[in-house]
Nanobody, 125 residues
Framework: QIQFVESGGDLVQAGGSLRLSCTTSGFTFSSYAMSWYRQVPGKDREVVGYITSVGGRTHYAVAVTGRFTISRDDAASTLYLEMNRLKPEDTATYYC??????????????????WGQGTQVTVSS
């Protein structure tokens, strides 16, 4: 059974930092590109960025470029999201998911497994 468990979300002041983690199981983590997404109630889930399985190349949404960094630990089947200089508009529930590199464009991956519960990030102004 494929599972994603996101953690690390918190309430933080604008300008602060957080590190999110996504522990996974049920699939070969090292063979998949891994993405971070976020969602605000009433809005569509949006891509934050992703990291490829081959080469560890990263791609980010314009809104987070230069502030967020995605990394992965294949041995631990864990994905990370380092978030710096947080803004109130970063407030959302953050999720991770996986897809094969082949199905990922320069902006996002097109497929996903069943979603985890996410982790809440709240940035106060």
């Amino acid at each position: 059974q494929i599972q994603f468990v996101e953690s690390g979300g918190d309430l933080v002041q604008a300008g602060g930092s957080l590190r999110l983690s996504c522990t996974t199981s049920g699939f070969t983590f090292s063979s998949y590109a891994m993405s971070w997404y976020r969602q605000v109630p009433g809005k569509d889930r949006e891509v934050v960025g992703y990291i490829t399985s081959v080469g560890g190349r990263t791609h980010y949404a314009v809104a987070v470029t230069g502030r967020f960094t995605i990394s992965r630990d294949d041995a631990a089947s864990t994905l990370y999201l380092e978030m710096n200089r947080l803004k109130p508009e970063d407030t959302a529930t953050y999720y991770c998911n996986g897809d094969l590199d082949y199905y990922c464009s320069t902006t996002k991956c097109s497929r996903f497994f069943t979603w985890g519960q996410g982790t809440q990030v709240t940035v106060s102004s």
